[in-house]
């Protein structure tokens, strides 16, 4: 049975794969320095990722008899209807704003000095300042995300439960 899984797996995925190795054998051909090795190593590490999830969800589909759509919509709306219970403010400010913008800040600082932004801006030279502003952008994008998320999952969860009264 898993060999079976495993073929489904490469049949649904054999392009990126050739897509990727095709990209890997030109890196080696034209770039003897080995400095993309460290890529293909994540490169590995997710393709095996891909592989165990897939494997997860095709046995979970064989053994409930479900569709992957419907398990899809099964798993949004249990973890949606958490989601809601904590609301609307929590979900865009502690998980938008601030824990992905913070991430995103830092990128985006981390890009804006590759880039030289900082060198044009000469209020950004202070590291201070441009931590403080980074993090404000990267707030204000994260929260504005998560509020696009949070319409869009409200919409989906509304059309998933819209007949719910009828069926039970």
Excluded at 20 to 38: E, G
Excluded at 82 to 100: D, N, V
Excluded at 141 to 161: C, D, P
Aim: charged share 20%; proline share 1%.
């Amino acid at each position: 049975m898993n060999i079976e899984l495993t073929i489904l797996f490469f049949k649904k995925r054999y392009k990126g794969l050739l897509f990727c190795l095709a990209l890997f054998a030109a890196l080696y051909a034209f770039d003897k320095s080995k400095d993309y090795m460290p890529l293909l190593i994540v490169f590995i590490l997710n393709y095996g990722r891909e592989y165990y999830g897939f494997m997860r969800i095709e046995k979970l589909i064989r053994a409930t008899g479900q569709t992957a759509e419907q398990l899809a919509n099964t798993s949004f709306l249990n973890n949606w209807q958490e989601i809601r219970a904590r609301g609307f403010r929590r979900y865009c400010l502690i998980e938008g704003g601030l824990a992905k913008g913070a991430i995103l800040g830092i990128f985006i600082g981390f890009f804006s000095e590759i880039a030289g932004i900082t060198n044009r801006l000469p209020l950004l030279n202070n590291s201070f300042i441009l931590i403080v502003v980074m993090y404000g952008i990267g707030i204000t994008v994260g929260f504005a995300l998560h509020r696009s998320y949070w319409i869009g999952n409200e919409r989906r969860f509304k059309q998933l439960t819209q007949f719910e009264h009828i069926i039970s």
